[in-house]
């Protein structure tokens, strides 16, 4: 570990799975040729063909509710308790239930998604990472207002090897916004690897004002994966890291179209996290009522009507759920990803994610919700700069080559400015206390979700068109061949940390960047 407080207390070193392989699963020997030929279906299956396939994946993603339906059960929650949550996370591979099969997972603490941290503004929350895994490992609190230095939401200085532990330690200011967070790894080249193979977990900030009333609390965490014969999550191939994996199965807290259970006139609260390593999703659930209460940590101050959500992978949107009279599916729709908007590309519809099953009585109805403080609207402060980033691909090689480690992109480096990500350049720097202006220009045939880390931004114009309300996201589409701007308070934090896309195999391939606030 290189963190800036080292303590070696880690575990003994446990015995190694696969070095190469970022830590996917690979401890159960079995006949190898099986294994391969599992992984090519694993492949293929992405591509549509089914040949040889086994019988769980054959047909389309949302083809598989043959299985039967269970109630959606949520990760094990852990409170703060006066001011403190503290955790300790186990990183190891774990034999958990997925989808309804056994699968050799990566996990928190032996489950997948991991435990749900909830917080309160104000607080502390200390984590202990302990890497049981033959690779290294990190932990970013996704979203979070915090500082990026020292033991606190530090990607860039802290990496736990295998069979060492960190112990983070980060306060929340009083005044954090609400929302709904996430956590996972961030080391470079295998952040994709390992939230593929089930390392998320969610956030909750709780809200500061008055109690929204609801019947019901949920949090969904999204993901998807594909398993081989064996219950691994497979090997994914170079083409399919340059387009940003898709998984066949998608996945609601580690379960298949889970079931959810309600009386009609409930109102529930749903806080969803796209885990999905490349997947955007868009959600509707005909039948019910869907009001916005947030996106990311960009609370809305009225609720706000809406038919379906648009979710990007890694942001979170908080929805207000009035049940109807009938059940109904909350459904996946297509949300094209390159600039070929056909549907058939990345981010086709996965169909059903899940059931909500409406029985029993109707509730009476519940009192409104009450108004939130709106965030600021930076549009009427002037920028203290106005600054323009080009995302790019570059095929003339130099990038992080396959060195038959599994992970690389054929030679393909994904950039920002023309370069590779390069944790010891920092590559913009910003006054703490200023309002930036920041213009995202994509070069590319395809969308990228492009993140800030500890600062939100609020969304000011896609391709030129201006956006009305005011949306804070931490993470925004930058359309294909487009561009979008935002406007960052850097506030509160000053340090060095990241901004990049979101589809992890594109973080891994380089298109990452180094932001610094300075303090004066
Ligand atoms: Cu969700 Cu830099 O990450
Ligand atoms: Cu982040
Ligand atoms: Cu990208």
Not at 35 to 62: D, K, M, N, S
Not at 148 to 157: E, I, R, S, V, Y
Not at 320 to 325: C, I, Q
Request: one cysteine or more; aromatic letters at 4%; a negative charge.
């Amino acid at each position: 570990m290189t963190g800036p407080d080292s303590p070696r207390t880690g575990p003994e070193r446990v015995p190694a799975p696969d070095p190469h392989r970022g830590g996917v699963a690979r401890t159960r020997p079995g006949p190898e040729l099986t294994r391969r030929r599992a992984l090519q279906v694993g492949g293929l299956g992405l591509l549509g063909v089914t040949v040889g396939a086994p019988a769980w994946a054959r047909g389309p993603v949302g083809g598989l509710r043959t299985l039967a339906a269970e109630s959606l059960r949520e990760p094990e929650t852990l409170h703060s308790e006066d001011g403190l949550l503290r955790v300790r996370l186990e990183v190891a591979e774990t034999s958990v239930t997925l989808a309804g099969r056994p699968a050799h997972m990566l996990t928190y603490n032996g489950t997948v998604p991991g435990p749900t941290l909830r917080l309160r503004p104000g607080d502390r929350l200390q984590i202990e990472l302990v890497n049981r895994l033959s690779a290294p490992t990190n932990l970013h609190t996704h979203g979070l207002h915090v500082s990026p230095k020292g033991n606190a939401d530090n990607t860039l200085d802290v990496h736990v090897h295998p069979g060492e532990s960190f112990r983070y330690d980060i306060q929340l200011p009083d005044d954090h916004p609400p929302g709904p967070f996430w956590y996972h790894p961030h080391e470079h080249h295998l952040v994709a690897d390992q939230i593929w193979s089930g390392l998320y977990g969610g956030i909750v900030v709780e809200d500061a004002g008055p109690e929204v009333p609801v019947t019901r609390d949920r949090l969904l965490v999204v993901s998807d994966t594909t398993l081989d014969d064996a219950g691994h999550p497979v090997h994914v191939a170079e083409w399919e890291r340059v387009k940003g994996r898709e998984g066949q199965l998608v996945l609601v807290n580690g379960q298949l179209t889970p079931t959810l259970e309600a009386r009609p006139g409930e109102r529930e609260r749903w806080r969803i996290v796209n885990a999905c390593t490349s997947r955007f999703l868009r959600l509707r659930l005909d039948g019910h009522q869907m009001d916005l209460l947030a996106t990311d940590i960009g609370r809305l101050a009225e609720p706000r009507r809406v038919e379906e959500v648009e979710v990007l992978n890694s942001g979170r949107v908080d929805v207000l759920v009035t049940v109807g009279e009938r059940s109904g599916e909350l459904q996946g729709l297509a949300n094209p990803r390159t600039r070929d908007r056909d549907g058939d590309g990345p981010s086709g519809a996965p169909g059903a994610l899940a059931t909500l099953q409406v029985t029993g009585t109707p509730v009476p109805a519940l009192p409104p919700v009450p108004a939130y403080p709106q965030l600021p609207d930076l549009r009427g402060v002037e920028p203290a700069a106005r600054r323009t980033m080009v995302l790019g691909l570059d095929w003339s090689g130099g990038g992080h080559e396959d060195h038959g480690d599994g992970h690389g992109t054929g030679g393909m480096v994904m950039t920002i400015d023309g370069r590779p990500f390069d944790p010891a350049r920092t590559d913009q720097v910003t006054r703490l206390g200023t309002v930036e202006e920041w213009t995202y220009v994509n070069r590319t045939g395809m969308d990228h979700p492009l993140h800030l880390h500890v600062w939100p931004m609020q969304l000011v114009a896609v391709d030129g068109r201006p956006v009305e309300d005011v949306v804070y996201q931490d993470v925004v589409r930058v359309p294909a061949g487009g561009e979008t701007t935002v406007r960052i308070p850097f506030e509160d934090f000053d340090g060095r940390t990241v901004f990049h896309c979101h589809i992890n195999d594109h973080e891994d391939a380089g298109m990452m960047a180094v932001v610094e606030a300075r303090n004066g």
